[in-house]
């Protein structure tokens, strides 16, 4: 467990409410931590089904927000992976170049590892 959620923890639940209601949303910080995220869901063995269809694959798309403006989701369903890309156009405004970056970028990765 880390430091913040171990503090997280302890909080009493009224102010941890107060304290996320009261935080500006609207607002971007000065300084930003990050500002992309990767989300990543192992949803299991492919043996989810749509009305009587088997599921081949899975997808999801982080949130954008004030301060997070690419976002990206890595799904797993058996054994099949799919990345998703959410973006603010004002960040990224070409997003399938970008996705054919990301694309050659990760098969050269998996290339890399596997030879």
Do not use: C, K, Q
Not at 27 to 35: C, D, G, I, S, V
Not at 36 to 54: C, E, I, Q, W, Y
């Amino acid at each position: 467990m880390t430091t913040r959620n171990a503090v997280t923890e302890v909080i009493p639940a009224p102010v941890l409410r107060r304290d996320i209601a009261a935080y500006p949303l609207d607002r971007t910080p000065e300084t930003l931590p990050a500002h992309t995220v990767l989300s990543s869901v192992n949803r299991g063995p492919a043996t989810l089904t749509f009305a009587t269809a088997p599921a081949r694959w899975t997808a999801g798309f982080p949130a954008l927000g004030t301060v997070m403006h690419l976002t990206h989701g890595l799904h797993g369903l058996g054994p099949t992976i799919t990345l998703s890309i959410h973006a603010d156009p004002a960040v990224i405004p070409d997003i399938d170049t970008y996705a054919d970056l990301l694309n050659t970028a990760l098969t050269e990765t998996v290339t890399a590892l596997l030879t």
